[in-house]
């Protein structure tokens, strides 16, 4: 008994000309993603720096806060950068399929 693999269909991608404002809502999410990733880049030079600086001095308290900082800001980086990471790499594994 011979099995056949059903036929698959034609690569589809999402139709992102259906925005009616494409260009400036690509600038839009491009400037905010931009923005918040510099925040962020700033705001871990910044904490390292401090936890640093607070922990040769001998606070720990401050250095407490300092690393605290440092980790919400990667965890920030995180939430900033990843979701378009990933439906990049969903919009690619699609297209293979």
Not at 26 to 37: M, Q
Not at 69 to 97: E, I, K, M, R, S
């Amino acid at each position: 008994m011979t099995h056949r693999l059903p036929e698959m269909p034609p690569a589809s991608s999402p139709d992102f000309g259906a925005l009616g404002a494409d260009a400036s809502l690509r600038h839009l999410v491009g400037a905010l993603l931009t923005y918040g990733l510099l925040t962020v880049v700033l705001m871990v030079v910044v904490c390292a720096a401090m936890w640093a600086l607070a922990t040769a001095q001998g606070s720990w308290h401050a250095g407490t806060k300092a690393k605290t900082g440092l980790l919400v800001a990667l965890g920030g980086a995180v939430l900033t950068g990843g979701p378009l990471a990933w439906a990049n790499w969903l919009l690619d594994l699609g297209a293979q399929l």
